[in-house]
């Protein structure tokens, strides 16, 4: 993805979690996260728009060794929310994870 003449790498969150792709790309939308002078993108099916919430961390029994999730909120409408923890995206560690690659690596 090409952002203000800076090349900024792609991550389909679908690809992260091995979910199936939506069929129709054209409407999907790229967030943009940054960390420090590091960007990183990640395409998305829709947005739902921005709220205060409070993350509760999951239990280890239940996470084990979850990769991407930070914890879970409960919505004002009951539902429960997985919340995706955009800085393991950027750890260097975790740079070959669905076949993406390391922010900032050549």
Known sequence: LR???RIV???HLATL???PHLADTKDSYAVVLGRGD???A???G???GQQEIVIKALDPAVSGAAF???GATIMGDGSVVLILDTLALFEERRGQRGGFLTVGAG
Do not use: Q, T, Y
Request: aromatic content about 4%; charged content about 35%; overall charge positive.
């Open 68 to 70: 991407g999730i930070a």
């Open 46 to 48: 829709r947005l739902r």
């Open 38 to 40: 590091k960007r990183i």
């Open 17 to 19: 979690f091995d979910l």
């Open 42 to 44: 990640l395409a998305v």
């Open 3 to 5: 952002l203000r003449e």
């Open 9 to 11: 790498p792609l991550l």
